[in-house]
């Protein structure tokens, strides 16, 4: 289940990818940011909840309708769609060692996230093309998946000079 984006333009800017999201609220709260700062998003099935779940419009509130999304049935439905030559895999992840705040971002790249509950399989981990981390207070496990695509979001948008205008 594969839908068309809206955005003609997808390949020349900045895209979220989230790899089989757990919790309906986070997806929600994505897709309000991203709807907010333009920014598509794929969606790579299958989705630990029912996607029409109230929790997920929720959370998106009557940004939902605004947001660019496209589902993708599993991975390789949706790396179909990626070419080197398009799009560079940032995958955001506790276990990279490359921070957040060093990394230079390309205005075509794809922030990809893992599950809340699992991250990335490993081949997933493997594909991507860079992997980065947001540093955090020691012992401390991870940030909220809508917290860390709010923050690495705006850090890319940022460095690329794609806030909306």
């Known amino acids: 289940m594969t ?7 997808v390949l020349l800017i900045m895209r979220v990818a989230l790899y ?10 994505i ?14 099935e299958p ?9 997920l419009k929720r ?5 939902f309708d ?5 589902r993708h049935a599993d991975w390789s439905t949706f790396l179909n769609q990626i070419t080197p030559e398009s799009a560079r895999i ?7 060692s490359h921070p957040l705040h060093e990394f230079v971002f390309r205005k075509n790249d794809i922030l990809l996230f893992g599950s809340e509950s699992a991250g990335v399989p ?4 493997q594909r991507a093309n860079e992997r980065i981390t947001i540093k955090m207070k020691s012992g401390m496990r991870s940030l909220n998946l809508a917290v860390a695509n709010g923050m690495a979001l705006g850090e890319a948008l940022h460095q690329t000079g794609q806030f909306p205008e």
Do not use: E, W
């Open 122 to 125: 490993d081949d997933v981990h």
């Open 31 to 44: 897709l309000r940011t991203c709807a907010c700062l333009d920014v598509p998003v794929d969606i790579i």
């Open 90 to 96: 940032v995958l955001l992840s506790s276990k990279a």
């Open 59 to 63: 959370s998106g509130m009557d940004y």
């Open 3 to 9: 839908t068309v984006y809206k955005s003609p333009h």
């Open 47 to 55: 989705c630990g909840f029912p996607f029409s779940d109230r929790s």
């Open 66 to 70: 605004q947001a660019d999304f496209t």
């Open 20 to 29: 089989q999201p757990d919790i309906a609220g986070n997806l929600g709260t």
